[in-house]
């Protein structure tokens, strides 16, 4: 697929008479850069380039043959693009310059629009793609990391959006870098089938950043987890968030979100799956909750939450929560610790189930009796709780629960 | 002492009640191994089983076994043999067949459902707990010269572990939260043996459960060599020092 755009794009270079050449060395790749006109294309061949800052302030195409290396020799930005119409294909870029006072980064566009960055490697760089104010940004199938040990300050995020619209980022991996995509003020885009690994914060970070699609991206063992703040109208579909495992790691924070759906996702073995306050009118439906220590940490200050045909299981605790008074909506999903009965066989337990247990809200507020847990001390007192509820919220309940576990995704997935 | 050992021992088979608690485990272990066949889940089901029936009948049946075999206790005794020879071969004689009766028990329906290399951190934290409960019986037996209440204060340490003691240490985090807890509880919880078997195991096997600070915090102590040498260190305290007071009364009483 990737080829035959390249093709295309390239028969349209040629088709529309812009002039086209081919650079071999750091001084040709210069002079040409001075020499080019709007709408032309450099294809720079397989070599080991220092240009120095390259800045680009018309549109035009640098097509990358053979995975040419642009050192940065962490001194400087290597691209720099001020212009609408940019296209950047192919290119290995490594070693930017560290800097505490300006945000170098591999790839940093300001104001343009239609960017295309395709199919490049950047490595070791301090941020890696770094996009503001641009509409309809393309970022598809680069692979973003940093391998040398840094720390939290002293690196940036792997693919930065700040104040920009309807980007497309898919296909890309990122991983080594403080956040693996951070947005603040992104407003109608579309992430897809992103691999986020071992970041030193978060897989994804944004703030209000809404309207966007967050679809089959994996979030894996990042630093923190996923945090999304201040946002209203996300769509969250079949991501798969996993092995976020630390003492303040979360599968998914979320934190002021609202009128949002978050459906088909995997929280896999995180310490917390999801953690939500301040959040309201987001359907969570079809979401598996598997292996992790909270499933869901749902705080009081959420309203109006919808949790439907998710399947719990293997969770240390299913849902915990900081206060009595309950405005959401649970029901129909499968717990695994249900011990309920269903005489009419329709699939659905006779009796309600209450996800959050005694022991959870004791550990809730006091941290340090956790190594009390599967003690049969604390067994009897969740037991006793359960069928004369006192302390645990008493309506959090789910008055639906559902036999047996909803066939959601296979293994394989 | 070899050939009282044999005795005890013949004397231990013959009473017939090790086989029934060995037949139990691998009925429990068998029927937890076919439930559910991930050996990760059967062995924290094997965990509660292992942190409440295996210390009082241990302790039960070790209190029950030294009044049972009182006069053959009186007769050797008579012979010139030293108390502590005695008093040893019975205690190896008992918790030898006890811990042989849960390494089987729970050794062999793991081997047939291939699950052995998941239960050895079980079937280690099982013999600790084994031996430190049969040493708490010579101990409860040591106390008083009357078989029901012996009894009685063997089943008073039993709930006293088991139950109350974790129901000791929930009231005083709960009471002193506002402090850091966690030198506290780790020393706490290390004046229990079961909850030092169980934290140890928990640790090894099952570490969602620990989250936040605290688990954190145990998981570097116990995780490392210091934490290993220190949990064996106090379960081995928890064999010895009730075998060496039960050792020390019955030296000096009068039998």
């Known amino acids: 697929m990737k080829w035959v755009v390249t093709f295309c794009l390239l028969f349209l ?16 790749l210069l002079r040409e850069l001075k020499k080019a006109k709007a709408g032309d294309t450099i294809i720079i061949k397989s070599g080991h380039y220092k240009p120095g800052n390259i800045i680009i302030d018309k549109p035009m195409t640098l097509i990358g043959e053979g995975l040419p290396v642009l050192d940065g020799e962490n001194k400087i930005e290597i691209i720099t693009v001020l212009a609408k119409d940019v296209t950047i294909i192919g290119l290995k870029l490594i070693n930017t310059g560290v800097s505490s006072m300006n945000d170098f980064a591999a790839i940093k566009a300001n104001t343009a629009h239609r960017l295309k960055v395709r199919d490049n490697v950047l490595v070791n760089s301090f941020f890696g793609i770094h996009i503001s104010n641009t509409i309809g940004a393309e970022i598809i199938h680069n692979t973003i ?45 579309a992430v897809k089938n992103n691999y986020i690994e071992k970041n030193l914060r978060y897989g994804l970070h944004f703030m209000f950043s809404h309207e966007n699609q967050y679809i089959e991206n994996k979030f894996i063992n990042n630093g923190a987890g996923v945090a999304v703040m201040y946002t209203h109208s996300i769509k969250m579909i079949k991501n798969i968030f996993s092995q976020n495992w630390g003492s303040s790691s979360y599968g998914m924070l979320l934190k002021d979100i609202s009128d949002s759906e978050v459906r088909e996702n995997q929280f896999l073995n995180n310490t917390v799956g999801i953690h939500m306050e301040g959040s309201s009118r987001i359907k969570f439906f079809k979401n598996i909750f598997q292996g992790n ?36 909506n649970i029901t129909g999903n499968y717990w695994d610790r249900y011990e309920g009965y269903d005489l009419n066989k329709d699939g659905v337990g006779d009796t309600g189930y209450r996800p959050v247990s005694l022991y959870s809200m004791i550990v809730e507020r006091v941290p340090a009796s956790i190594l009390l847990w599967r003690s049969f001390m604390v067994f009897l007192l969740d037991r006793a709780e359960k069928n004369f509820p006192a ?18 995704f296979k293994k394989s997935n | 002492m070899t050939q009282m050992l044999k005795y005890v021992l013949q004397d231990v088979i013959r009473a017939r009640f090790v086989l029934f608690y060995w037949l139990f485990i691998v009925a429990v272990t068998t029927l937890l191994f076919q439930l559910d066949s991930d050996p990760a889940k059967v062995v924290v089901s094997l965990l509660n089983v292992i942190l409440l029936v295996v210390p009082l009948v241990c302790i039960v049946f070790t209190t029950i076994h030294f009044f049972n075999s009182y006069e053959f206790i009186l007769l050797l005794m008579a012979q010139p043999i030293a108390r502590k020879t005695v008093f040893l071969s019975q205690y190896i004689g008992v918790a030898s067949s006890l811990a042989l009766a849960f390494l089987a028990g729970v050794g062999l329906p793991a081997i047939a459902f291939g699950g052995a ?56 985090v709960y009471a002193f939260n ?38 954190a915090f145990f998981k570097e102590f116990f995780g490392n060599l210091t934490g ?27 039998l």
Not at chain 1, 15 to 26: E, G
Not at chain 1, 166 to 184: L, T
Not at chain 1, 311 to 325: E, S
Not at chain 2, 203 to 213: E, P, T
């Open chain 1, 13 to 28: 270079a040629v088709m529309t008479l812009h002039a086209k050449s081919t650079v071999q060395t750091t001084d040709a």
């Open chain 1, 145 to 189: 990391y940093h391998d040398q040990v840094a720390e939290e300050s002293s690196i940036g995020n792997g693919i930065h959006l700040w104040k920009s619209a309807q980007a497309k980022i898919e296909n890309n991996r990122v991983s080594g870098h403080r956040d693996g995509i951070y947005f603040e003020f992104v407003t109608s885009s």
């Open chain 1, 293 to 328: 220590g909270y499933a869901l940490r749902l705080q009081a200050s959420c309203d109006n939450n919808d949790f439907k045909q998710n399947n719990f299981q293997q969770n240390t605790f299913d849902v915990t929560t900081n206060g009595v008074t309950v405005l959401n």
């Open chain 1, 391 to 408: 302390v645990i919220p008493e309506n959090l309940i789910d008055n639906k629960p559902s036999m047996k576990p909803y066939d959601l």
């Open chain 2, 117 to 172: 290399a998941k239960v050895l951190s079980i079937l280690g934290i099982g013999l600790f707990i084994t031996f430190t409960f049969v040493s708490l019986g010579f101990l409860a037996a040591s106390l008083s010269r009357d078989k029901a209440k012996a009894i009685g204060i063997a089943l008073l340490f039993w709930i006293y572990f088991a139950l109350i003691y974790d129901g000791l240490i929930l009231w005083v």
């Open chain 2, 178 to 215: 506002d402090y850091p807890l966690e030198i506290p509880t780790l020393i706490l919880t290390s004046l229990n043996p079961l909850d030092l078997g169980r934290i140890v195991m928990l640790l090894s096997i099952d570490v969602s459960a620990l989250m936040g600070y605290t688990g």
């Open chain 2, 228 to 254: 290993e040498i220190f949990s064996l260190a106090m379960l081995s305290v928890w064999v010895l020092w009730p075998l060496w007071v039960a050792l020390h009364r019955f030296k000096h009483n009068d």
